[in-house]
């Protein structure tokens, strides 16, 4: 699962991808078989006349498609249509994606209002994504006015339900106090419930505060091993994290060949300290071949991308 992550509270707001999209109900019909077994061209004719002649799920099926692309090219127009007919005949997971279409502005105007309208419709019907994206509208105030106790209540709802993005928040609310009184052994609790989920972003936050021994005992190593698997999971912050433990030797032996790995990865992600690091790599050959025209392409990108050291770098590099 894609997420839009708000850093400074990290509180997930759900966004699906093709390859993470909710699987369909089991149905006797053809076109839902096709469709779960992703035999997406040949399922396509089928669920599209099942959904002209009524078919509620595949009309949310039929929106899937062309939301992703699966048999058919991306069209968010036609995806619009169809997932509003099943959201408005009372389909809670075409809700969520109707929520996701007007919080996008994808086959129909940006529309936070609505958004909120159909997260609140799925997340009342029991869809555990938007109960989620409903938190989200809550604690941000998208399309209505901020309210933690609220958001608390629906991250609750998503996280007893198993949600791991639910689980998360629900930790973070713990942490911050925001809706509930601030409780660290609580959000401890539900971060590492959230990592046995395998959502990075728990992983991430729960892994720093094993570094800084907050609400744990400090513990570099089970850190760096939070770390690993947010890494694998592409959590671009987790990436920079774990390059930083193998610079520095924390939680595991200094090794700069898989801190100038981690670097990398993170700074070709966009992360612009990432950036940063690799022209210094670069420059001193730490961990890989000294290459001064690597080292002034990354300085000159992480001036691009804000870093203000980054230019005096590149200049006294260059000169």
């Given amino acids: 699962m894609k997420t839009i992550v708000l850093q400074s509270l990290r509180i997930v707001l759900v966004i699906a991808i093709a390859s993470m999209a909710c699987v369909a109900r089991a149905d006797d019909s053809m076109a839902v078989r096709l469709y779960n077994n992703e035999r997406y061209v040949e399922a396509l004719p089928l669920v599209a006349e099942a959904a002209q002649t009524g078919s509620v799920e595949c009309q949310r ?5 062309y939301r992703f692309g699966e048999g058919t090219e991306v069209d ?6 169809w997932l509003k007919k099943a959201a408005d005949s009372g389909d809670a997971e075409a809700c969520y994606y109707l929520g996701l279409a007007f919080y996008e502005g994808q086959g129909t105007a940006a529309d936070n209002g609505e958004a909120f309208r159909y997260f609140k419709q799925g997340a009342d019907a029991g869809n ?22 609220k958001a608390f209540q629906y991250y609750a709802e998503a996280a007893d339900g ?19 009184e601030k409780n660290q052994e609580l959000a401890v609790q539900w971060y590492r419930l959230s990592a046995d989920h395998h959502n990075a972003l728990a992983q991430y936050t729960l892994a720093q505060m094993y570094l800084e021994g907050r609400g744990v005992e400090k513990d570099a190593a089970t850190a760096v091993s939070l770390l690993c698997e947010a890494a694998e999971s ?5 990436e920079r994290a774990l390059a930083g433990c193998y610079e520095r030797g924390e939680g595991t032996p200094v090794d700069l060949g898989m801190a100038a790995y981690w670097y990398l990865t993170a700074a070709e992600a966009g992360d612009a300290e990432s950036m940063m690091k690799m022209g210094q790599i670069y ?6 071949t000294r290459d001064l025209k690597r080292a002034a392409e990354w300085y000159r990108r992480a001036a691009e991308a804000g870093v203000t050291d980054a230019q005096q770098a590149l200049d ?4």
């Fill in 128 to 149: 555990l994504y938007a109960m989620c994206n409903l938190g989200y509208c809550y604690t941000m105030g998208i399309g209505t006015e901020i309210d933690y106790d």
């Fill in 61 to 65: 099926i039929l929106g899937m498609m």
């Fill in 234 to 238: 592409d959590r671009v912050e987790a």
């Fill in 162 to 180: 198993g949600s791991a993005v639910g689980m998360n928040n629900l930790a973070t609310c713990y942490e911050l106090g925001q809706g509930v």
């Fill in 76 to 81: 968010y127009d036609k995806s619009f249509t």
């Fill in 283 to 288: 420059e001193n050959g730490q961990g890989t």
């Fill in 316 to 319: 006294h590099l260059t000169k």
